[in-house]
């Protein structure tokens, strides 16, 4: 069964800088997940889970939401079924849990009922 592992979570000041990364250790074949379109998913407190950013197979093409646009980058290493979310300039809004997630397309339009497998996602948060 294809489940997604989420890490790098935590604590940190605004400004600062977290980098989530997720694996997914149940693809059992490699050109599963490079053919998989991924991104990362976001539910603050009391609020719906939401798309921050979605890459596709290849890493040709990436969205992001508005309200991270210049601060966080999203990267996917086919070679070792490893995506990542590089965060700089954190905001207290940007507090949530975060969770990675697949699309068995190889592009995804990053809405949260497109994706396929999930993560069971891992807390950011982020004081002021």
């Known amino acids: 069964e294809v489940h997604m592992v989420e890490s790098g979570g935590g604590s940190a000041q605004a400004g600062g800088s977290l980098r989530l990364s997720c694996t997914a250790p149940?693809?059992?074949?490699?050109?599963?997940?490079?053919?998989?379109?991924m991104g990362w998913y976001r539910q603050a407190p009391g609020k719906e889970r939401q798309g921050v950013s979605c890459?596709?197979?290849?890493?040709?093409?990436?969205y992001y939401t508005d309200s991270v646009k210049g601060r966080f980058y999203i990267s996917r290493d086919n070679a070792n079924n490893m995506m990542y979310l590089e965060m700089d300039n954190l905001k207290p809004e940007d507090t949530g849990t975060y969770y990675c997630?697949?699309?068995?397309?190889?592009?995804?339009?990053?809405?949260?009922?497109?994706?396929?497998?999930w993560g069971k996602g891992t807390l950011v948060t982020i004081s002021s």
């Open positions: 149940g693809f059992t074949l490699d050109d599963v997940f490079d053919d998989s379109a």
């Open positions: 890459i596709n197979w290849n890493g040709q093409y990436k």
């Open positions: 997630a697949a699309d068995r397309r190889t592009w995804t339009d990053c809405k949260t009922a497109s994706m396929d497998y």
